[in-house]
């Protein structure tokens, strides 16, 4: 029969490897519940003389978006490079909120620097580079507290109303390149 998983949270990022570089944590909302999510990247230098791109569980078009914002509004080179991203546990992110978190797990791995075990990202990007807010964001903070991280990335625009858990530091950018900088001291 069915067996209740009580706290998928946990168990999606249970195993998560420490320290390493190509990887961030996000909040989706699965219907009204938040769920946290580990995105890993692999960037590398391509042989091919088409770069392979592949994406599981992670819309294959809007990652190209991504990897092309990245490279216009941040000048990281990556559209000469593999490009490999992957949602552990075998989660579908459909929501414009796991964008951030792909940037950073795709900058990191580009820039083979890991973002600490303690961060978690969320917001959508545009293509400008700029980041937007998300709906449900107060849900999201409390889930992201209640599972001890400790750092939060988020767009700097926001509802003033906004409840901040305690022991939750708040980074705000205004768009991906103050992100990657607070994040990866770039």
Do not use: W
Not at 63 to 92: F, H, P, T
Not at 124 to 142: F, I, M, Q, Y
Not at 152 to 171: F, N, T, V
Request: charged share 25%.
């Amino acid at each position: 029969g069915l067996v209740e998983v009580e706290n998928p949270s946990e168990m999606l990022l249970s195993g998560r490897p420490e320290n390493a570089a190509g990887t961030c944590v996000t909040c989706v909302m699965e219907g009204a519940r938040p769920v946290m999510a580990e995105i890993q990247a692999l960037i590398v230098n391509s042989s091919y003389s088409t770069p392979r791109r592949t994406s599981n569980g992670f819309d294959y078009n809007r990652a190209a978006m991504l990897m092309a914002v990245l490279e216009k509004r941040a000048g990281l080179k990556v559209s000469s490079c593999d490009a490999y991203l992957n949602i552990i546990g075998g989660l579908n992110l459909d929501e414009p909120s796991a964008d951030l978190a792909a940037v950073i797990a795709l900058s990191s791995s580009y820039l083979d620097q890991p973002v600490g075990d303690d961060l978690v990202a969320i917001g959508e990007v545009g293509l400008t580079g700029e980041l937007r807010t998300v709906n449900h964001l107060d849900k999201r903070l409390s889930e992201v507290r209640r599972l001890g991280f400790r750092r939060c990335l988020i767009p700097a625009k926001r509802r003033s109303d906004l409840h901040i858990p305690d022991g939750l530091e708040l980074i705000s950018a205004r768009d991906i390149g103050e992100a990657l900088r607070a994040v990866l001291r770039r």
